[in-house]
């Protein structure tokens, strides 16, 4: 029944008929995946608060076995929301407007933290707290994803690859 409902909820909302909610600093709604870490709900921009992914254009690996681990953190993350109500609650919003949240699809007892998923499956480093350092130990220690083989740090690839003056 509650896969039902979900469905349903779904299906509205890609037809216009649900809408964002936002009170305070909430976002629910159907969700598309703008990069590794960032999603978009129905308009509203939402930073996944907590961890940082490899950039849509960054490569990792070296030589033959270099791949698009930006494109594929974003592919990841679309996966993990596709066809979910995606609920984020924040705090504040970064230098670029976007709502920094915890979100996560399913509920109560069912509902998983995307950021934790993003770590655990090797497709984000965990950048603050919240229990995620262990996540990013046991995703390295198996060489999940970004930790198959060597890379640059997001926020170092960002720096390295900044437009000039």
């Known amino acids: 029944m509650r896969d039902l409902l979900t469905a349903i909820l779904v299906l509205a909302a890609l037809a216009g008929l649900a809408r964002l909610i936002t009170r305070g600093e909430e976002a629910v709604g159907p969700a598309r995946a703008v990069d590794g870490d960032t999603l978009e709900i129905l308009g509203q921009r939402v930073r996944l608060s907590g961890i940082d992914a490899p950039e849509l254009a ?16 974003r592919t990841h993350l679309a996966s993990l929301v ?3 109500i995606v609920s984020c609650r924040g705090s504040r919003h970064d230098r670029y407007g976007r709502l920094v949240a915890v979100c996560s699809v399913g509920e109560g007892e069912d509902a998983s933290d995307l950021a934790a998923d993003m770590v655990t499956s090797g497709f984000a480093i965990a950048a603050t707290g919240k229990g995620y350092k262990t996540l990013q130990a046991e995703a390295q220690a198996r060489g999940r994803g970004i930790w198959s083989g060597p890379f640059q740090r997001p926020a170092d690839w960002r720096s390295a690859h900044a437009a000039g003056p």
């Open 58 to 73: 960054q490569t990792c690996g070296t030589g033959e076995a270099l791949w698009p681990c930006g494109a594929e953190a």
């Open 82 to 84: 596709r066809m979910h």
